[in-house]
């Protein structure tokens, strides 16, 4: 794939979160209009997530069939779509009827959320095998800069646009651009590896293959300890961020921040999550993925607490804004390396399938994904009407201090490194004259 193919990718990756977090600072404070009461907006917020776990196990079945250019520009074009339905809750007054509006057009858009985002990861996993991390650091940080800007772009255009407005800009963008992207994205990406097929075929017809022939499926692949575990790690990055998303605003308010200092206290994460995904290949050249991951997961545990801050700590803004670079420059890290870790847990499995394998494990981290977002606003949302947003923070920083241990045990001290079988060897060095001659085919 070229840079400028790429880069097509990352502006895709940058808009699908610039539309996501566009709505995060002002839309709480428009549902208390309607005197929607906090514990719906954690369903509201919540129902793009289901929607988008259901549609991320879909589509990875749908990539292999269709091709992923089409489910690519199809997310992108009802993205789009549903952005500008969003925009007619302007227009009624009831608010029972605004609530089901919003969660029909919220779970349309987590439905298309998913089609953008489990293509993006298979794209770049298939494209980049050999120096995956670095191009999901790449990715990762064009979405990390998408969080960023969004918060500024919804500020700007609620300014001159009103709620209606701003929905029908970003809306019409996204349709305006799948055309360009059609022309743009080159339709290699819809290929598999004839090499692996060959290959697969050859391995079968031979009796003396000790490698299991099965075809890779989602309930053996998340029996695998690593490859369960890690999914699991896609999960908490979005939950470390999504589970205060609709109470932090109105937290915020009560200390006495205005809604455009709202607006750039949402950007600290967002600002330290971007300036991470320049490390990520530096990092993982000194120290092993999954001792990354341990680490990053209980340093983000600790900065949890700051985020409430928690009842022990002095309620001041300052430790929040630290609570909220701590978390964003930990969950990018544990965020970019689980996928390359299921993978290559997949890959070690399934040699002979690696790029069913690979679209597989898309799907399932970005069903893991969906999952952080749909059940931590409702987790924090209702938990918060009970014990208060403070407390909220001091179990989930627990939580996830609990989880690097348990990650640490099963992944790290207890796992070996596999080493590479005759027929892995073949595979690799096979693959590696057949890419040499036809580059592209890798995808």
Do not use: H
């Amino acid at each position: 794939m070229e840079f400028k193919d790429f880069a097509s990718i990352m502006l895709v990756s940058i808009l699908s979160n610039t539309c996501y977090m566009v709505v995060i600072p002002f839309l709480p404070l428009e549902f208390s209009r309607y005197g929607i009461k906090p514990s719906t907006f954690g369903y509201i917020f919540a129902i793009f997530s289901v929607a988008a776990m259901i549609g991320s196990l879909v589509i990875g079945k749908l990539m292999i069939i269709f091709g992923r250019k089409v489910i690519l520009l199809l997310g992108i074009c009802s993205m789009g779509v549903c952005m500008s339905v969003f925009s007619s809750i302007a227009y009624f007054e009831n608010s029972t009827l605004v609530v089901l509006m919003l969660l029909v057009s919220r779970s349309l858009q987590g439905f298309a959320s998913s089609m953008i985002q489990t293509t993006c990861y298979a794209i770049i996993s298939a494209c980049y095998d050999e120096d995956k991390q670095r191009y999901l650091g790449y990715f990762e940080g064009a979405q990390g800069l998408g969080c960023m800007i969004g918060p500024a772009i919804g500020a700007i255009l609620y300014s001159f646009c009103g709620f209606s407005g701003t929905f029908y800009f970003l809306g019409g963008s996204l349709v305006l651009m799948c055309p360009l992207l059609y022309f743009q994205i080159p339709n290699t990406i819809n290929k598999n590896d004839n090499l692996e097929e060959d290959m697969i075929d050859d391995e079968i017809k031979s009796e003396d293959n000790q490698m299991p022939q099965d075809k890779p499926a989602y309930t053996s692949l998340l029996k695998r300890k690593v490859f369960l575990l890690s999914t699991l790690c896609g999960g908490l990055s979005y939950a470390s961020f999504c589970y205060y998303e609709p109470v932090l605003s109105l937290r915020l308010q009560d200390v006495g921040l205005s809604q455009t200092e709202i607006l750039y206290f949402f950007c600290i994460a967002a600002f330290s999550y971007l300036l991470c995904s320049f490390t990520v290949s530096y990092l993982t050249s000194k120290f092993t993925p999954k001792m990354i991951i341990t680490v990053t997961i209980f340093l983000c545990g600790i900065g949890q607490f700051f985020i409430g801050p928690s009842p022990f700590l002095p309620d001041n803004l300052f430790l929040m804004a630290f609570g909220q670079f701590v978390q964003g420059s930990t969950s990018f890290f544990f965020l970019i390396l689980a996928l390359p870790v299921m993978i290559k847990d997949a890959e070690d499995r399934y040699p002979t399938y690696k790029t069913y394998a690979s679209d597989l494990s898309s799907g399932v981290f970005n069903f893991s994904l969906s999952l952080g977002q749909a059940l931590s606003p409702i987790y924090s949302t209702n938990l918060t009407e009970i014990i208060g947003f403070q407390n909220v923070c001091t179990t989930v920083a627990i939580i996830f201090i609990v989880y690097a241990l348990i990650y640490y045990i099963f992944c790290v001290a207890l796992v070996e490194e596999p080493k590479d079988t005759e027929l892995g060897i073949e595979l690799k060095s096979q693959e590696a004259e057949c890419l040499k001659e036809k580059p592209c085919q890798q995808i």
